[in-house]
């Protein structure tokens, strides 16, 4: 089994500030590992995914993530972010060998860009 | 590409009535995909895996006399709740899994459909 542990429930941030969202897995086999983000009221876009090789991942919008399995983390991390990026961010983990690849969430990160 | 799509966006029901959530792979195959229940300001839980041509796998917890699941062809799942309580108003979304090569990587990933807002009065 996987659980999934995304430390800030909300992260308020000024505009074309930094934000790193910290996200934490547990597991005992090897996993996939992804960022997606939800709008209100509508479903989940794919930000990001740790599959394997590089440990850094770009992905859209200007974001991007470091896998470190040492510390069991996949941080997420924009250098400057934008009224538009307010939103909600999950971060997931999926069981490379679990029949069907089910995904695990974690609780979210509400991030409130500020003017 | 894979685009996941959800009929209806909305739904206003009264409680006892069953109601219909289709889950439609506009581009692609799924013999696999997913349904997931979203309290406000929760996370997503899942509730089962739909298989196509064979039953859903439902998570623990989860009422499958209630929460019928319907995989019929490789790209349309659908979920239909039944005797509708109010208890079971949520924002309901789907997945559907797609196996391929993405940045020099095979694996599975799952593209999400826009969701579907139930409310039982």
């Known amino acids: 089994a996987q659980s999934v542990t995304q430390l800030d429930s909300q992260v308020p941030v000024f505009e074309e500030a930094p934000v790193e969202l910290r996200c934490n897995y547990s597991?005992?086999?090897?996993?996939?590992l992804f960022w997606y983000v939800q709008y209100p009221n509508q479903g989940l876009q794919l930000l990001l995914k740790?599959?394997?090789?590089?440990?850094l991942v770009k992905g859209i919008n200007g974001f991007e993530a470091e896998f470190n399995k040492s510390q069991t983390s996949f941080h997420l991390r924009k250098p400057s972010v934008h009224i538009s990026d307010t939103a909600e961010y999950f971060c997931?983990?999926?069981?490379?060998?679990?029949?069907?690849?089910?995904?695990?969430f974690g609780g979210g990160t509400r991030v409130l860009v500020k003017p | 590409g894979a685009v996941v799509s959800q009929h209806p966006s909305r739904v206003i029901c009264k409680s006892g009535t069953s109601v219909k959530i289709e889950c439609r792979s506009l581009d692609f195959q799924a013999t696999t995909m997913f349904w997931y229940r979203q309290f406000p300001k929760q996370s997503l839980m899942l509730m089962a895996t739909?298989?196509?041509?064979?039953?859903?796998?439902?998570e623990q917890g989860v009422e499958k006399d209630k929460f019928l699941i319907n995989h019929a062809s490789l790209t349309l799942s659908t979920l239909t709740v039944t005797s509708a309580h109010p208890e079971d108003s949520s924002f309901y979304i789907c997945?559907?899994?797609?196996?391929?090569?993405?940045?020099?990587?095979?694996?599975?990933?799952?593209?999400f459909g826009p969701g579907t807002r139930l409310t039982v009065t």
């Open positions: 997931a983990v999926s069981s490379i060998k679990a029949a069907g690849n089910k995904l695990t």
């Open positions: 997945s559907a899994r797609l196996f391929g090569r993405t940045g020099g990587a095979l694996g599975y990933e799952q593209y």
């Open positions: 597991s005992s086999v090897s996993v996939y």
């Open positions: 739909s298989n196509e041509g064979s039953k859903a796998t439902y």
């Open positions: 740790y599959l394997s090789g590089s440990t």
